[in-house]
């Protein structure tokens, strides 16, 4: 009878392509001009990014197509927003009396606080030039800066799995 030994190491391949967008676009006009230049169609997804961080909780707005013919699934996903904590602190002065949040930032991967989105393209194999993808992303009235993110430098993967 033969034992076979699996490596934890194993499982933690990375089988995607993250690409960094710098942007002053909303997310909903972001994803209609990468659907016009790419032969993808990102629509709105129910299921946002939802993420703990120490200040509280928040969700990232999430955009999401599945390419069939090649098994590829595409993500647009946001990397900043808002967080308001739940204990709402009371402001004290002489003219008002009422509740405010302190909100804080979030960032999906807090390593790569400058980026803005991030489009994460999983299942990737040779069908996928993301050079190809990066050129014509840079194409976009309104991005700044794109970029491939080397995948074994970010600390916060677990908060890629969606």
């Known amino acids: 009878m033969a034992v076979h030994k699996l490596s934890l190491d194993e499982f933690d391949e990375i089988d995607y ?3 960094a967008i ?4 909303d997310d909903y006009r972001l994803a209609y001009f990468i659907n016009q230049k790419l032969p993808i169609n990102l629509a709105k997804s129910e299921d946002e990014v939802h993420i703990n961080v120490k200040e ?3 969700m990232f ?5 599945y390419d ?10 946001q990397n ?22 302190i909100s804080a930032k979030a960032y999906l991967l807090p390593e790569l606080k400058k980026a803005d989105y991030f489009l994460k393209i999983d299942n990737t194999d040779d069908s996928i030039d993301v050079n190809t993808i990066k050129t014509i992303l ?3 009235d309104n991005i700044t800066a794109v970029y491939t993110v080397e995948t074994k430098q970010i ?3 677990n908060n890629l799995i969606f």
């Open 138 to 140: 840079n194409t976009i």
């Open 61 to 65: 707005s999430r955009f999401y197509f």
């Open 22 to 25: 710098h942007t002053s676009l």
């Open 56 to 58: 509280g909780e928040t």
């Open 17 to 19: 392509n993250l690409i």
């Open 68 to 77: 069939e013919e090649n098994t590829v699934s595409w993500n647009l996903v």
């Open 80 to 101: 900043k927003n808002e967080v308001v904590p739940g204990n709402n602190f009371q402001a004290q002065d002489l003219f008002s009396n009422t509740e405010e949040g």
């Open 155 to 157: 600390k916060s993967k």
